[in-house]
């Protein structure tokens, strides 16, 4: 998927969203999906989407990627993000971000709410994240 699609896709969304963006050889992206994952899947969270955008390198595309998420048993949306100049989609996520990962965006269209979180984030602080998105 390019950026300006994916850039669509959030600000369209219907429901509230978690967009995180990880590649397979980034430990701590790795780490922190489970508990993503996990945490989404409780009563309270199921209107939650979680998409998983991956920026691992074009020849790990598609079955690198593909093999890697069955392996760690993602249940959760799988995007490649086809873009090779984090210069320029980085900003159009956020102004902030830099390109370092894992990074996370937090939106919920219908309460106006966005944001951008730059770092990992641990399970008790995403809790606090995901109740903040949610209500």
Same mark, same amino acid.
């Given at each position: 998927m390019k950026i300006g699609a994916l850039v669509h896709l959030i600000d369209t969304s219907t429901c509230p969203t +978690? =967009?995180? /963006?990880w590649a397979g050889w980034c430990k701590p992206c790795v780490h *922190? +999906?489970?508990w993503f994952e996990k945490n989404i899947k409780s009563a309270e969270y199921t209107s939650v989407k979680l998409i998983l955008v991956n920026l691992d390198f074009a020849s790990n595309y598609p079955n690198g990627i593909l093999k890697f998420v069955k392996e760690q048993g993602y249940t959760s949306q799988v995007i490649f993000l %086809? *873009?090779?100049n984090a210069d320029v989609f980085c900003h159009q996520i956020d102004k902030s971000? %830099?390109?370092? +990962?894992p990074v996370s965006? /937090? =939106?919920n269209n219908a309460k106006k709410y966005k944001k951008f979180y730059d770092h990992q984030l641990p399970e008790p602080q995403f809790k606090l994240a995901l109740n903040e998105l949610v209500h």
């Open positions: +978690i =967009v995180n /963006f *922190e +999906i489970p %086809d *873009e090779t971000w %830099d390109g370092a +990962i965006l /937090f =939106v």
